[in-house]
């Protein structure tokens, strides 16, 4: 097994702590952060660069949704 990064660490540590979690439930959690990200941060047209305020809320949202996803990519490839 490879080491993973600190966040996706991060979270698979909380959820061996919250469950008895097995290496084959890497799957459902990778599932569960990718339904999350969907929600919270669902995809959106990029706005205007000019309008500075939407595209810096944009440019966050676009961020965090693409830790999320990465976090999964890589529980998911373990």
Same mark, same amino acid.
Request: net charge negative.
């Given at each position: ?5 600190? %966040?996706? !660490?991060? @979270? ?11 290496? $084959?439930?890497?799957?459902? /959690? +990778? ?5 999350? %990200?969907? !929600?919270? @941060? ?11 305020? $939407?595209?810096?809320?944009? /440019? +966050? ?18």
């Amino acid at each position: 097994m490879t080491n993973l990064s600190p %966040a996706a !660490q991060a @979270v698979l540590d909380a959820y061996e702590k919250s469950n008895d979690c097995y290496r $084959e439930e890497w799957g459902q /959690l +990778a599932s569960a952060l990718r339904a999350a %990200a969907n !929600q919270v @941060v669902p995809v959106s047209d990029r706005p205007d660069p000019s309008n500075e305020f $939407e595209y810096g809320q944009w /440019l +966050a949202k676009h961020t965090t949704r693409s830790y999320l996803l990465a976090i999964a990519a890589e529980l998911e490839a373990q």
